[in-house]
């Protein structure tokens, strides 16, 4: 469970540059909850997963995750209980290694989360039944250097590291925003096959409303740094995209403005 209790973010405070990004922000995500995030550009959709993950620490509030709070635990020690995605499908894995040596350091790094033994020849079965499983013809490649691969096959290998050890939290910001439209289609229905046979807590950030509402259990919408709208069950799955933006329009009173929110409505 994730608890994000009165979160504040302001970068450059008592400048001219000052930004308000989150502004007393609480929410809790129960064990195993899918969230996806939508909101316009500067809305603080990236801040928040900053702070969720400790790239960022926050001005005030706190973060707690299953209980323990992490609000100040430097980021390289929630990375173990903390998988993240970012739109750029050149982070998240090393180019110069092999498929097998990604995946081997990413079980490794989750390994205590699972208490499984460290990787051994063993698992060069268990890393092709995995990359099977994406059905992208990498299970044949294990030996391949990363580099080597398309832009669509790498995120969905980050994904598959991100969850190779079930982590308690899956961060993704974008991360099908810079793969092609049938790529981002496939990497989105992998990203809900995995999230849901894992149960994995997992808070998604989209710019696609479709996707937002069709994919998981609940869906925010960001404004200004605030929580604007918060819907789930029945509300939810009845719910259109217009009728989304027309709640946002009524609640925030503003346009939304967010170039590719807008452009891919459909
Ligand atoms: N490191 C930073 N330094 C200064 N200001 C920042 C920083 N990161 C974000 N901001 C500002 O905080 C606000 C929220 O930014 P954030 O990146 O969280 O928005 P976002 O919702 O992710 O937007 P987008 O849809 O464009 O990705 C913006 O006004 C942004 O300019
Ligand atoms: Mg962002």
Do not use: W
Not at 35 to 45: F, R
Not at 50 to 71: E, H, K, Y
Not at 162 to 177: G, I, K, M, S, W
């Amino acid at each position: 469970m994730l608890e994000l209790s009165h979160l504040v973010k302001t970068f450059h405070p008592g400048t001219v540059n000052e930004r308000r990004a989150i502004r007393d922000l609480s929410l809790t995500v129960p064990e195993g909850q899918f969230v996806t995030v939508i909101g316009g550009n500067g809305a603080g959709k990236s801040t928040l997963l900053n702070l969720i993950s400790g790239a960022l620490f926050p001005d005030s509030g706190s973060v707690r995750l299953d209980g323990q709070d992490v609000t100040f635990l430097p980021e390289h020690r929630r990375a173990r209980d903390i998988g993240r995605l970012f739109q750029d499908p050149l982070m998240g894995t090393a180019p110069n290694m092999t498929l097998e040596e990604n995946l081997s350091l990413a079980y490794l790094r989750g390994s205590h989360r699972t208490f499984a033994p460290a990787p051994s020849r063993k698992n060069e079965a268990f890393f092709r039944e995995k990359l099977r499983s994406l059905d992208l013809g990498l299970e044949d490649r294990l030996k391949t250097r990363v580099g080597l691969l398309s832009g669509g096959q790498r995120q969905a290998l980050t994904l598959l590291m991100a969850t190779v050890a079930t982590p308690r939290l899956l961060l993704l910001d974008e991360h099908t925003a810079a793969l092609d439209p049938a790529t981002a289609d496939k990497v989105l229905a992998l990203t809900d096959r995995i999230v849901r046979e894992n149960r994995i807590t997992t808070l998604m950030i989209t710019h696609n409303m479709a996707s937002a509402l069709a994919l998981g259990d609940r869906t925010l919408m960001l404004e200004q740094g605030e929580i604007l709208l918060d819907v789930s069950g029945e509300e939810r799955a009845s719910m259109t995209v217009d009728a989304l933006l027309e709640r946002f329009q009524h609640q925030s009173g503003a346009q939304l403005v967010n170039d590719r929110l807008l452009l891919s409505r459909g």
